[in-house]
């Protein structure tokens, strides 16, 4: 990696002063750090929904999110595939998919669920269901039309994300995958916020071989160290394509640093794997299917079950 790359990571403060805290935005050591202003108008103080939180989230027994600093890397498709696959393992496992990319709601549509909506009952909002073993929840299913815009700003995003957290009944789940949007924005704050008491497994991290994604792939890395929040893995998504005829591969996407598996060992953070380019997955993802289910048999699917397995 070239020294100019380098310098586009911006470590994190020396003495942070951490998010929840008084002086989270104001002290001298916030001056310089891409999140000042986000940490200095967040809520301050114990919050009391907490407690409600940690109730839902005592029924689930690991939690993971799915991040990514760059978007277009394929954190959605990724994190339906593999809500997909652990809910294909037995029908006595629980999986529940939490979509909270609040502007680009993918979610529905990827996993079948486009015009449903969200039913209430006594004991909160119901999610939508894609089998009787996997739960679906995500603003796509409050907007009257899906085409409609969510012009929101922080403050309402992370009310809905807390909303999703305490009010949702999820039931008992083995595994609850949350999909975020790109970045290390409100979303994120608030969702490591609301799960930091609630066991938290930790985040594997997509991205694509070129540079473009790894500069902001090591921002995504380093917000997860500064907030604590551990980091399983990280899977390199878009890596070559296989021609499904010849199957000679084929560079897309050059990786003239090295790569994901590169930038991980630089890092010292685990590497998953490589999930090749295939066009039959966007399409899965266009008609609602599970990529897994309908080509078994495929390269893609092979270093999906890999990576899952891992």
């Known amino acids: 990696m070239s020294t100019t790359t380098k310098n ?40 009391p929904d907490i407690v409600t939180i940690e109730e839902r989230m005592a029924l689930v027994k690991h939690k993971i999110l799915i991040l990514s600093g760059k978007g277009g890397v394929g954190k959605s498709t990724f994190s339906s595939q593999l809500s997909f696959a652990i809910a294909n393992k037995s029908q006595d496992i629980q999986v529940g998919l939490l979509d909270i990319d609040i502007c680009g709601p993918s979610i529905p549509k990827i996993m079948g669920l486009e015009g449903e909506q969200i039913h209430t009952s006594s004991q909160g909002w119901d999610p939508v269901y894609v089998e009787d073993n996997l739960a679906v929840m995500s603003v796509g299913f409050l907007l009257e039309d899906e085409d409609e815009a969510v012009i929101w700003r922080g403050p309402k995003k992370n009310g809905l994300i807390k909303q999703f957290l305490k009010d949702v009944n999820w039931g008992e789940l083995d595994y609850l995958i949350v999909d975020t949007p790109p970045g290390t924005s409100d979303e994120h704050l608030s969702i490591v916020q609301y799960l930091k008491t609630s066991s938290l497994d930790g985040a594997v991290i997509i991205t694509s071989p070129q540079d473009v994604a790894l500069i902001d792939v090591r921002k995504e890395i380093n917000f997860c160290k500064k907030v604590g929040v551990p980091i ?72 999906y079950k890999l990576i899952f397995d891992k």
Do not use: W
Not at 29 to 46: E, F, L, M
Not at 262 to 274: N, S, T
Not at 277 to 299: M, N, Q, V
């Open 8 to 47: 586009l990571v911006e470590p994190p403060p020396e003495h942070c002063p951490g998010t929840e805290s008084e002086s989270a935005g104001k002290s001298d050591s916030c001056k310089g750090c891409p999140n000042q202003q986000i940490c200095a108008s967040a809520p301050k103080g114990p919050d």
């Open 232 to 303: 399983i893995g990280v899977v390199e998504n878009m890596s070559g394509f296989v021609c499904p005829k010849c199957n000679k591969e084929s560079q897309i996407f050059l990786p003239t640093s090295g790569g994901a598996e590169a930038m991980a060992k630089e890092m010292e953070v685990p590497f998953l794997g490589k999930i090749p380019i295939d066009p039959l997955i966007a399409r899965s993802c266009d008609e609602g299917k599970s990529y897994l289910t309908t080509h078994p048999d495929s390269e893609a699917t092979k270093q």
